[in-house]
């Protein structure tokens, strides 16, 4: 394996699986791969388990001081898919490309960081809860009212 290049599973799918699959790859505009990879962390995280810890770390550049682990949005793009996919009535106002504007796509970025901390058990007070719930339907709003206005 080389360096950066995550560890390989094969999963066998009926073909009736491995059709649904591509179909929903198709419809996000992704490979079945990084579908299946999205799925299968979204059914790890679901039954409790630890996604390991290091995704949510700092990531540091050189020359740069450290960097959120939210930005840039392009390396979230997945978790943004499945954000989009966990809460599609909040998100329905998202545009189809939402890496493309920074003013949806860096905050979308954070709430997705936020999930992933929450699924994760890196929050013990129920509140922090609450407050992403909070913020997923304040920003959901201003989605709706910037989709009015582009009308």
Partial sequence: MSAGRSPRT???????ELDALRQLAAEHGEPASTTAARLVRSALAERG??????????????????????????????????LRDRYPAELRHL??????????????????????????????????EMAFAHELRSF????????????
């Avoid at 094969?10 to 009736?16: E, F, H, S």
């Avoid at 390991?52 to 898919?81: N, Q, S």
């Avoid at 949806?104 to 992933?116: K, Q």
Wanted: aromatic letters at 4%.
């Fill in 10 to 16: 094969a999963i066998v799918l009926a073909p009736g």
């Fill in 95 to 128: 545009p189809l490309d939402p890496l493309r504007d920074p003013v949806i796509a860096e905050p979308l970025a954070a709430l997705t960081v936020w999930r992933d901390q929450l699924d994760d058990g890196a929050h013990a007070d129920p509140r922090m």
């Fill in 140 to 151: 959901a709003a201003w989605l709706q009212t910037q989709a009015r206005r582009h009308r």
């Fill in 49 to 82: 388990a630890r996604l390991g810890a290091a995704r949510h770390g700092v990531r540091r550049h050189a020359g740069r001081g450290a960097e959120p682990p939210w930005l840039p949005p392009t390396a979230r793009a997945e978790a943004i898919t499945a």
